[in-house]
C-alpha cells in the first residue's frame, strides 16, 4: 500500500466549465483515483478553484461586482458541477481561503530565505495624465508573438502566451485609450536558471513518463529564464516582505500563488481531518513520506508549470536547488512522481470557446444526460493521447450502441432472466468448460484493467473491461438458457444464470472507476446492500482561520468496492431490474446542434 496524492489542475473561476476542461484532468483523475482506492492505496485527490488574477479582476469590474463575489459565483458552480459528475475528491476548496494565503507566504519566504527569488527592476506602465500605476489589467494592445488585437498586459488570450505589458504593440489604456509611459518599477523573479542541474538530475531519473512530455520538460531546461512571480495588480496574495506586505498594487502572480494550491489543499484536507499533521504522508521528502506518489492531472498547456516550475518551487523551498540552503518550516517536500497531461477536445471539429459559443458546459450537459453517459464518453473516446472531437453523433452513437446495447443489456437481460424464472441468484452446479472459460476471462480483467489503468492508459482499460462484457454477452446468445425451460433442462438454466451474473458482478467492478453511479445500481440490483461507489458531497465549511465560509467537495470514500471478483451467493433475492442507461433518441443530434448553432 502507498500514499497516493492525485493532484487535479485548477478550474479558474471566471465562469463555468465545459466539458473540455473535464475530459482532459477531471474524469480522468477520478477514474485513477477511485481505482487506486479500490486496490487498497490511501489517495488523497486534491483541488480547487483558482481565483486571482487579471481576469478574475477584469471580468468583476465589467460585471460591477468585486473580485471575490465575482469567484464566490463560479466556485459554487464549479463545484457543483464536480459533483454532479461524481468526482470523487478529499477535499475541492480555493485558493482564497486563510490557509492557501498562508501556504503561498511561507514558499516564497522559504524560496527567499534560501536565494532563489530575485529583485529585478522592470517597466511598469503609469497613466500619462494621472501619473498614477496602469495595472496589466488596464493595458491592451496587440498581441506580439500572434497579432491579436486585444491581447491583455499579461496574457494574450488568444494564443494563451503570457506577456508583460511592454511586450504589446500598440499599447493603450483600457480606462481612456491613451499610450502608456513604461517606468522602471520594482518585481521579484523565481531564479528558474539556478534548477537547472537539480531539475536536470531529477528529470533524468524519471521513468514511465510519457516520452514527450519528458522531452518537452528536458527542452525547456536548456533556456531557462527569471520568472516573474509579482504582479501590478490588487487582487491577489500579498507579498511576505517588509515594505511590501502593505502595498495595494503589487501582488504575487497568480500562477505562483495556484500551482501551490496542491500543498495548501493537502494542508487544509489534514487540518480539517483532526490530524493536522496527517499531508506529510503524501509530501514529506523524509521517512513520514517515503511511500508516497504524486500524480499530477493536466492539459497539456500546463506541462511546463507541473514538470518545471512546481518541481523547482519545491526543490528551492526544500534546499535542494543548485544554490543548496535549508528546508523550510514545513520540511523537505516530495516532488512529482508523474506528470499526467491530456490532449484537447474539440467540438464538432473547432475549438471550445465560450466567446464564440462552441461550448456545452457541464451544468447543460448534466441537465440533459447522465454523468455515466458523459464519462464513458471521456474514457472510451477523450483526449487521453491525442486532439480528440466531441460529436454529437458520436456520442449519441457510443452511449446506444455500446453503454446500452453492451454493458446495459447484459445486465438487464441476465437479471430480469434469473428473477423471473428463480426470484434470486440460482446455484450453480456442474460448470462446463465455456462457464470456466468465461469466469476466468472476468478474472482476469482484475489485473489487465487495473494495470493499465495504473499507467493513464483508460481507453484501452474500458476497452478491456468492455470486452469482458461483449464475451458474456456473447455466451448468453451462445448459452441460450432462454430455451432451457425443462424441468430436467431448469437447473443447467440456473447455472448459467448463475455464471452470467457473477460475470455481470465483476464487470461492474472493473468498470466502476469508469461509471460509478451506476455501479452502486448494478450492485442494488444484483442483490447487493450498503455502498458500492462512494459519492462526493457538498459540505459549507467555516474558513480555518476567520475568513468567509465557502462550499468543498469532500466524501468518505474508505467504503465501498474492491477491486477483486467477489463471489455471488446462491439465494440472494432479485427483483426485476429497471434499466440502468438510457438508450439516446437520434433526434437528440439535431437538437443539440441547433443548440450550438443559435
Ligand atoms: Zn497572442
Not at 63 to 76: M, S
Not at 443 to 472: C, D, N, S
Request: hydrophobic letters at 40%.
Amino acid at each position: 500500500m502507498s500514499h497516493v496524492l492525485a493532484a487535479v489542475a485548477w478550474p479558474y473561476a471566471n465562469g463555468p466549465r465545459h466539458i473540455g476542461h473535464v475530459s482532459g484532468f477531471g474524469v480522468p483523475s477520478d477514474v485513477f483515483s477511485r481505482y487506486m482506492r479500490m486496490s487498497g492505496h490511501d489517495v488523497l485527490m486534491v483541488s480547487g478553484t483558482d481565483e486571482h488574477g487579471t481576469p478574475i479582476q477584469v471580468q468583476a469590474d465589467a460585471d460591477g461586482v468585486t473580485p471575490r463575489q465575482l469567484a464566490d459565483r463560479y466556485n459554487r458552480v464549479i463545484v457543483e458541477d464536480l459533483q454532479g459528475l461524481g468526482l470523487s475528491y478529499d477535499l475541492f476548496t480555493r485558493t482564497t481561503t486563510r490557509n492557501h494565503y498562508a501556504v503561498v507566504q511561507e514558499l516564497f519566504t522559504g524560496l527567499n530565505e534560501n536565494g532563489y527569488i530575485v529583485a529585478k527592476t522592470t517597466l511598469g506602465a503609469i497613466s500619462p495624465s494621472t501619473g498614477r500605476t496602469l495595472p496589466d489589467r488596464y493595458i491592451e494592445g496587440t498581441c506580439p508573438i500572434c497579432g491579436y488585437e486585444s491581447a491583455r498586459g499579461d496574457q494574450c488570450d488568444n494564443c494563451g502566451n503570457q506577456l508583460d505589458p511592454e511586450q504589446l504593440l500598440n499599447p493603450r489604456s483600457r480606462i481612456n485609450g491613451e499610450t502608456p509611459k513604461f517606468v522602471e518599477t520594482e518585481h521579484f523573479f523565481l531564479d528558474l536558471p539556478a534548477f537547472a542541474q537539480s531539475l536536470g538530475k531529477w528529470l533524468d531519473a524519471r521513468d514511465g513518463w510519457r516520452p514527450n512530455v519528458l522531452k518537452f520538460s528536458r527542452n525547456l531546461l536548456d533556456d531557462l529564464q527569471p520568472r516573474a512571480i509579482t504582479r501590478d495588480l490588487e487582487w491577489g496574495i500579498p507579498i511576505p516582505l517588509d515594505g511590501w506586505r502593505d502595498r495595494a498594487d503589487k501582488r504575487i502572480y497568480v500562477w505562483f500563488d495556484a500551482v501551490i494550491g496542491y500543498l495548501s489543499a493537502s494542508i487544509e484536507w489534514a487540518r480539517r481531518s483532526g490530524d493536522p499533521e496527517a499531508w506529510r504522508r503524501w509530501w514529506s521528502a523524509d521517512a513520514q513520506g517515503k511511500d508516497a506518489l504524486g500524480y499530477y492531472f493536466m492539459g497539456k498547456d500546463n506541462i511546463v508549470f507541473h514538470s518545471v516550475i512546481w518541481p523547482s518551487l519545491l526543490l528551492g523551498y526544500s534546499g535542494a536547488g543548485d544554490k543548496a540552503g535549508n528546508p523550510g518550516s514545513l520540511g523537505a517536500l516530495n516532488l512529482p512522481t508523474e506528470v499526467v497531461s491530456s490532449e484537447y477536445l474539440t467540438m464538432e471539429g473547432r475549438k471550445f470557446s465560450s466567446s464564440r459559443k462552441v461550448v456545452i458546459y457541464v451544468r447543460d450537459f448534466l441537465e440533459r444526460y447522465d454523468a455515466d453517459a458523459l464519462r464513458y464518453f471521456i474514457a472510451a473516446a477523450g483526449p487521453e493521447s491525442n486532439d480528440t472531437d466531441f460529436t454529437w453523433a458520436e456520442f449519441v452513437r457510443r452511449n446506444n450502441d455500446e453503454l446500452v446495447a453492451g454493458w446495459g443489456n447484459l445486465v438487464n437481460r441476465s437479471i430480469s432472466m434469473a428473477a423471473k424464472n428463480f426470484g434470486e441468484i440460482p446455484a450453480a452446479l456442474d460448470l462446463t468448460p465455456d462457464d470456466l472459460a468465461l469466469l476466468e476471462t472476468a478474472r482476469a480483467g482484475f489485473a489487465t484493467v487495473g494495470e493499465l489503468i495504473g499507467k493513464h492508459r483508460q481507453k484501452a482499460a474500458i476497452g478491456e473491461a468492455m470486452r469482458v462484457v461483449a464475451e458474456a454477452n456473447k455466451y448468453l446468445s451462445d448459452q441460450a438458457p432462454w430455451k432451457l425451460k425443462t424441468e430436467q433442462e431448469k437447473p443447467r438454466m440456473g447455472t448459467v444464470l448463475h455464471v452470467a451474473l457473477q460475470v455481470v458482478s465483476d464487470a461492474n467492478t472493473l468498470l466502476t472507476p469508469f461509471l460509478p453511479h451506476s455501479a452502486q445500481k448494478v450492485h442494488e440490483l444484483l442483490g447487493g446492500t450498503g455502498v458500492h461507489a462512494p459519492m462526493p458531497s457538498i459540505v459549507e465549511v467555516e474558513d480555518l482561520d476567520g475568513g468567509p465560509g465557502y462550499p468543498v467537495l469532500t466524501g468518505d470514500y474508505t467504503v465501498g468496492a474492491r477491486w477483486e471478483s467477489v463471489p455471488l451467493v446462491a439465494g440472494t433475492p432479485l427483483a426485476a431490474p429497471k434499466p440502468v442507461f438510457r438508450k439516446l433518441d437520434p433526434s437528440v443530434v439535431e437538437e443539440e446542434l441547433e443548440r450550438l448553432a443559435s
